[in-house]
């Protein structure tokens, strides 16, 4: 008798341990979400798409996030294999008649999926959406709120070889983003973070690198404008650039002719150590290619696929965002719970403490290059318009995205990058962290850093 009572009390302290390890949390009914979302009342399908974003930027924990974001992947709710529904979100939502706040929330969905990894390999095969943003994006005259996220979407996307193809597929779009930072002094901070790592991105494709080879005048123009930019991953962003593109014969050519070789030598002297590193390869790269890009031959499609991971401080960015859809009663979570749960409980892992995304922190002012100061009575150098001294650039305004520090650049990817050591043997990786910059123009892309902090410490 009293060897039972023992059994079932061990029994008891068993399941009261069980139970304190886990939480249940009710399942979002997703067909009933698909049918709004694909149907005529858009105002309710707003609030729907907010209510959703809410649930992954403001859940309590990772497995809360991971639980919503596999269900929703599982029940397909953006249409990715049913075309009539996708066909009717992307109608309602991404198309030049929609409303600006359906289109702001939906995007701002997008750009927080693209931050879990699960949610950017279930986006990155869904083509007729990434068209859309692509279009949406190239498009766009204003660098609102809805071109940032859509921009830093895409930059995460573009992670991914499926999206790079289709961008460089695109007509115009390798265009449109050498127009775009021809001009940084009307971007903000996020805009040219985002826009030069998506460039040097799509650069690290054949296809991409012959584009260049063949509007070597564009490209030059965007190089001379941000070799000397005050953000340090700017100019990371652009030697990439540039020392992908000197893979082409027909780049090292015109570089030669426009001087471009001078100037390096000059900024190599009076960059930081880190950029001067960069410039130094390309300049190597300049007088004695390693490698040489052969036109006929396509990138092969059996290389290893980059790993996009988690990274929450992109949701945090989202929290900092003003909401453009005015303040009902049923809105949010009271909205989901009041009418679209289902009685399926999901039971979750409790975490050891809590995992609440917190706001990213304000940007912090972007510090001045150093020079390297001049001895005393020697005469100043004689130096062409094209090689004057590093001209600060101050974009127009941070964005309303811009979270980090000067050289830090939000986004999904996780880790810090940093890419400032080049050297002849460099594997072409980009890491979570550590020290690594191009040395073979068919290295991996750009994983975007974390928020805050200086990348460089």
């Known amino acids: 008798?009293?060897?039972?009572?023992?059994?079932?009390?061990?029994?008891?302290?068993?399941?009261?341990?069980?139970?304190?390890?886990?939480?249940?949390?009710?399942?979002?009914?997703?067909?009933?979400?698909?049918?709004?979302?694909?149907?005529?009342?858009?105002?309710?399908?707003?609030?729907?798409?907010?209510?959703?974003?809410?649930?992954?930027?403001?859940?309590?924990?990772?497995?809360?996030?991971?639980?919503?974001?596999?269900?929703?992947?599982?029940?397909?709710?953006?249409?990715?294999?049913?075309?009539?529904?996708?066909s009717r979100i992307l109608k309602s939502f991404l198309s030049s008649g929609s409303e600006l706040p359906l289109v702001e929330n939906f995007t701002r969905l997008i750009h927080c999926l693209c931050a879990l990894s699960e949610g950017c390999v279930y986006l990155s095969s869904h083509t007729p959406l990434i068209s859309h943003l692509i279009q949406s994006l190239t498009s766009s005259e204003e660098d609102d709120v809805i071109r940032q996220v859509v921009l830093g979407a895409l930059q995460t996307l573009s992670l991914t070889r499926a999206v790079q193809t289709q961008m460089l597929s695109t007509p115009d779009m390798m265009t449109w983003l050498l127009n775009l930072l021809s001009d940084p002094d009307e971007l903000s901070e996020y805009?040219?973070?985002?826009?030069?790592?998506?460039?040097?991105?799509?650069?690290?494709?054949?296809?991409?690198?012959i584009f260049l080879s063949e509007n070597t005048t564009l490209l030059f123009t965007v190089v001379e404008g941000l070799m000397e930019h005050e953000a340090g991953l700017v100019r990371e962003y652009i030697n990439g650039v540039l020392f992908s593109a000197l893979n082409m014969a027909t780049v090292r050519e015109k570089a030669r002719e426009v001087g471009l070789e001078e100037s390096i030598k000059l900024l190599i002297e009076i960059s930081p150590s880190d950029t001067s590193t960069q410039l130094q390869y390309c300049l190597d790269q300049m007088c004695n290619p390693a490698t040489e890009t052969d036109p006929t031959v396509g990138d092969s499609e059996d290389e290893e696929e980059e790993v996009v991971e988690d990274n929450l401080d992109s949701l945090a960015m989202d929290l900092q965002l003003p909401e453009t859809l005015e303040v009902r009663p049923a809105q949010g979570e009271e909205l989901l719970c009041s009418r679209y749960l289902t009685d399926i409980k999901l039971k979750l892992h409790k975490p050891a403490e809590s995992q609440v995304i917190n706001p990213a922190p304000v940007p912090a002012a972007v510090p001045d290059r150093k020079r390297t100061p001049q001895k005393a009575g020697a005469q100043p150098q004689e130096r062409t318009p094209s090689e004057t001294g590093p001209r600060k650039r101050t974009p127009k305004s941070p964005g309303l995205l811009e979270t980090a520090g000067p050289d830090s650049v939000p986004g999904v990817g996780g880790?810090?990058?940093?890419?400032?050591?080049?050297?002849?043997?460099?594997?072409?990786?980009?890491?979570?962290?550590?020290?690594?910059?191009?040395?073979?123009?068919?290295?991996r892309p750009i994983k975007p850093a974390r928020t805050g902090g200086d990348p460089f410490q």
């Open 415 to 443: 880790g810090l990058l940093r890419h400032s050591q080049l050297g002849p043997e460099t594997k072409p990786v980009i890491r979570q962290s550590g020290d690594q910059f191009i040395r073979n123009p068919d290295e």
């Open 1 to 86: 008798m009293v060897m039972e009572t023992q059994k079932i009390e061990i029994q008891r302290q068993k399941t009261l341990i069980q139970e304190t390890e886990f939480e249940t949390v009710a399942v979002l009914d997703i067909p009933k979400i698909k049918s709004v979302l694909g149907g005529e009342d858009l105002a309710e399908a707003g609030y729907l798409l907010q209510a959703i974003r809410w649930r992954i930027t403001k859940s309590s924990t990772d497995a809360e996030r991971a639980g919503l974001l596999s269900h929703c992947v599982k029940e397909d709710l953006l249409g990715r294999q049913d075309t009539e529904l996708s």
């Open 191 to 209: 805009t040219l973070h985002h826009t030069s790592a998506l460039l040097m991105n799509l650069c690290l494709r054949t296809r991409g690198r």
